[in-house]
């Protein structure tokens, strides 16, 4: 048992703890500092009856005052809504294509717009909507199924290649790995390479556009400028959704590509849907 002892210049007992011959003195704590905590424990057992405190399995205890930061913000969302309820309403019956002469639907479109992009879109196409390998880019003019904010607005809609929308846009490119032979494909390419302006073998690109002209040119056209009615993109210019070089237009025609876009039109509202096409829009690669 450790012996307490009592200083004699103090006459304060002792705690029994000693280091290097020092003593440590059993001093009372500053009254203060007991209130101080006294009145912590008090008000952190009244913030456990009057707030949200203990978790549960499915939640939390909701407290006297059932107060929750959630719905304050729930109920601050609210009130911004009843705020916009007219303009939302607008934005729902709006013809698009007269969109821009309402300057002040036009600016909550846009506003509300990029919130639903930065929400839905941007894990695919980019905050900035430049897009990626495989996930177009929404800043320039080439726009497979049309680029008026009508056409956008349908994309948006409906989907691309999605099964859950009969609507949905569809088009299926054969994987010609099944058609036709390593050395037709490599012609193929070549040929393709020459329509693209890149540089490509003459010998091979002539044997090329027979194949082309044979398997190709009934989606892409006789030139190679695509078509929007059955989704067959322009390969004369220099805008690749899955890259330009020889390997990656070799895999595309060997195993053929199927990029799927949701319907959003099954997760969004009509306003949300204008308002986001008008802002995909007004980004400036809309037509």
């Known amino acids: 048992m450790t012996k307490h002892e009592t200083d004699e210049e103090t006459g304060i007992d002792t705690t029994g703890h000693e280091w290097d011959g020092i003593k440590e003195l059993n001093n009372p704590l500053p009254r203060w500092w007991l209130w101080c905590l006294y009145l912590t424990i008090i008000w952190g057992v009244g913030y456990m009856i009057a707030y949200p405190a203990w978790p549960m399995i499915s939640g939390a205890t909701k407290g006297v005052l059932g107060y929750s930061t959630r719905g304050e913000v729930a109920a601050e969302i609210d009130r ?21 002469d309402n300057p002040d639907l036009q600016r909550f479109a846009y506003a509300n717009g990029a919130a639903v992009f930065r929400t839905n879109c941007s894990q695919c196409h980019g905050s900035g909507a430049a897009g990626a390998l495989g996930y177009p880019n929404l800043l320039d003019d080439d726009w497979l199924w049309g680029g008026a904010i009508q056409d956008i607005a349908l ?14 846009h569809w088009s299926q490119m054969p994987a010609y790995g099944e058609v036709l032979s390593s050395d037709e494909i490599d012609n193929a390419v ?4 020459q329509l693209a302006g890149s540089d490509f073998d003459v010998e091979m690109a ?4 027979v194949i082309f002209d044979e398997q190709c040119s009934a989606c892409h056209g006789a030139d190679g400028k695509g ?3 059955v989704g067959a993109p322009n390969l004369t210019d220099a805008i690749w959704l899955y890259g330009s070089d020889i390997a990656a237009v070799t895999e595309t025609v060997t195993n053929a590509r199927f990029g799927v876009m949701p ?8 306003s949300d849907i204008n308002a986001v096409a008008a802002y995909v829009h007004g980004l400036g690669g809309g037509e």
């Open 190 to 193: 070549q040929y393709v390479m």
């Open 155 to 168: 994309s948006i809609d409906h989907g691309i290649r999605n099964e859950t929308d009969a609507d949905a």
């Open 80 to 100: 911004f809504e009843a705020q916009n309820a007219d303009l939302r309403a607008s934005l729902t019956e709006i013809d698009l294509g007269v969109l821009k």
């Open 227 to 229: 078509d929007r009615d």
């Open 206 to 209: 002539n044997a090329g556009a």
């Open 263 to 270: 319907a959003w039109g099954q997760r969004l509202t009509r």
